[in-house]
């Protein structure tokens, strides 16, 4: 990249915090004079606006346009083969499975480990530092994330000293080394695994947060009529949470 080019991106994200300032500037100017009547109402409808035009412009738009083009074929003309081929090709539908079993595992195995964890500290008394504890790889970046699991998967060949957990203790128990992320498809679920250790500490947080929303006089009520820790869990905390765990 030459210096010219170089100068030139820096202009266009010069100009383009430029243009988004002028306009939350002149979104402000506009409430100030709107009328009295509802004005929290518009205020709110301005302040949103940007947001819903980024949104737009880009998210929704790239999608529709994105769904417009699968239906069209190199020529331009309306056509199914797009969708033939995603679904004859092996390698497409491997990773339409990928993508099927991510949506199914990540969000379900992380929000039953952050309710069993957020049901297991309540009311601890260390139950700051515990949350603490598991909300941490939520704060680290994707990166970080990947620095410190890379440790865990390395692979090195026979011989040599084993700097990734898993085959040091593979090769502790005298084991050959493993090529933890070459494997297929066992590399899938070992992804998995990463992003429900990033994952489990935002779950954590919501649940615990709907867990003490939940009134005591309820708790209470069950507790008198005998019930046991799991009758409380499953009649009392899961309906009292339906809405954070949807």
């Known amino acids: 990249m030459t210096t010219a080019d170089l100068t030139g991106k820096i202009l266009q994200v010069v100009m383009g915090l430029v243009i988004f300032a002028a306009i939350i500037g002149i979104l402000v100017l506009l409430m100030g004079r709107g009328?009295?009547?509802?004005?929290?109402?518009?205020?709110?409808?301005?302040?949103?606006?940007?947001?819903?035009?980024?949104?737009?412009?880009?998210?929704?738009?790239?999608?529709?346009?994105?769904?417009?083009?699968?239906?069209?074929?190199?020529?331009g003309n309306f056509s199914f083969d797009n969708f033939v081929w995603m679904f004859t090709q092996p390698s497409a539908i491997r990773t339409l499975i990928n993508t099927v079993i991510w949506v199914l595992f990540v969000p379900t195995i992380s929000t039953a480990l952050g309710l069993?964890?957020?049901?297991?500290?309540?009311?601890?008394?260390?139950?700051?530092?515990?949350?603490?504890?598991?909300?941490?790889?939520?704060?680290?970046?994707?990166?970080?994330?990947?620095?410190?699991?890379?440790?865990?998967?390395?692979?090195?060949?026979?011989?040599r000293d084993q700097i990734g957990l898993l085959n040091a203790m593979v090769v502790g128990l005298g084991g050959d080394p493993v090529q933890w992320l070459q494997t297929d498809p066992l590399n899938t679920f070992l992804l998995i695994v990463v992003m429900i250790w990033i994952q489990t500490g935002f779950a954590m947080v919501v649940l615990s947060a709907a867990i003490k929303g939940i009134p005591t006089e309820q708790i209470e009520a069950a507790q008198l009529d005998g019930t046991n820790a799991w009758q409380r869990f499953s009649n009392v905390t899961v309906p009292g949470i339906r809405s954070s765990l949807v």
Request: glycine share 8%; aromatic share 18%.
């Open 35 to 75: 009328p009295k009547k509802g004005r929290d109402y518009w205020q709110l409808t301005w302040f949103l606006l940007p947001a819903i035009l980024l949104l737009a412009i880009g998210l929704i738009w790239p999608a529709v346009r994105t769904t417009g083009l699968a239906f069209l074929d190199n020529s």
């Open 116 to 159: 069993a964890y957020a049901v297991w500290i309540d009311k601890s008394r260390g139950e700051r530092f515990y949350k603490a504890l598991v909300f941490m790889p939520m704060a680290i970046s994707f990166v970080g994330a990947g620095i410190i699991w890379r440790f865990v998967y390395e692979y090195r060949s026979a011989g």
